[in-house]
């Protein structure tokens, strides 16, 4: 990746891209550029992925050939892009970049100068729009969590079972998440965090932790990029000290 002020494409023609234009024509050619396509338009970027753009600019009588991209806003932003590709065959200049999710959103307006060997130049400009779109995420459940003895004396350990979810056309486990536990102490409305676990074939994770007070534990999935966050049912469990029943 390489920053470029504004947008800034550029290209000069060497004498490997140079193509046969053909027999020359009697009279000199006036020199002219048109943006011919932006392409995709709008350019969409989907979450955190990168959108490829092409622009295709026609020349006559052009040697070189610099386009610029750059946002219609008062704010100026520095574009984050890869190192820009151009294609050269005849008066067809093709210039390929992309787009990410620090780009700027709204409209932008792609210009293009043409110079010829003269040093004489002229320019042509279009508008084109950004949007950006967040991924969509899948959504999950913990199932059937619980935590164990619902009755313990205190120092021993209580045991948390479940498992992780997701609705893939129907509610399939999820390997490899973390899933962790949270307690929240009869009287209180604080949730702490106790303990986690990674979860196994078809979801399901297991973990413990020893018992303290008497309170409620749940257990949370964060998400990702892709899978949306949930939270069990609460369950309750009390604890008894060890000259108590």
């Not at 989907?46 to 295709?56: A, L, Q, S, Y």
């Not at 009588?61 to 574009?79: C, G, H, I």
């Not at 995420?137 to 498992?163: I, L, M, Q």
């Not at 399939?172 to 949270?182: L, P, T, W």
Request: hydrophobic letters at 35%; glycine letters at 6%; zero cysteines.
């Amino acid at each position: 990746m390489k920053r470029i002020a504004i947008g800034l494409l550029s290209a000069a023609v060497s004498g490997s891209l140079l193509m046969s234009a053909g027999t020359a024509s009697a009279e000199r050619v006036a020199l002219s550029v048109r943006i011919d396509n932006v392409s995709p338009n709008p350019v969409v970027v989907h979450g955190d992925d990168d959108t490829r753009v092409t622009i295709e600019v026609r020349t006559t009588e052009a040697t070189r050939v610099e386009l610029r991209l750059k946002p219609v806003s008062d704010q100026l932003r520095t574009q984050d892009a890869r190192e820009p590709r151009v294609l050269h065959q005849g008066d067809l200049w093709r210039f390929t970049t992309s787009f990410d999710e620090d780009d700027f959103q709204g409209r932008w307006v792609a210009i293009a100068d043409a110079y010829d060997k003269d040093g004489k130049k002229v320019t042509d400009e279009v508008n084109f729009s950004v949007e950006h779109k967040k991924a969509e995420k899948a959504e999950t459940r913990v199932y059937r969590f619980s935590a164990n003895p619902d009755s313990v004396r205190k120092g021993r350990w209580v045991y948390f079972t479940g498992r992780l979810q997701v609705d893939d056309r129907g509610w399939e486990g999820v390997r490899g998440e973390e899933v962790e536990i949270y307690f929240r102490k009869r009287g209180s409305s604080a949730w702490k965090y106790v303990t986690s676990d990674e979860t196994g074939r078809r979801g399901a994770f297991y973990a413990k932790a020893r018992a303290t007070k008497s309170g409620e534990y749940r257990a949370i999935f964060d998400g990702n990029d892709e899978l949306e966050d949930s939270r069990s049912r609460a369950d309750r469990v009390r604890v008894y000290s060890h000259w108590r029943r």
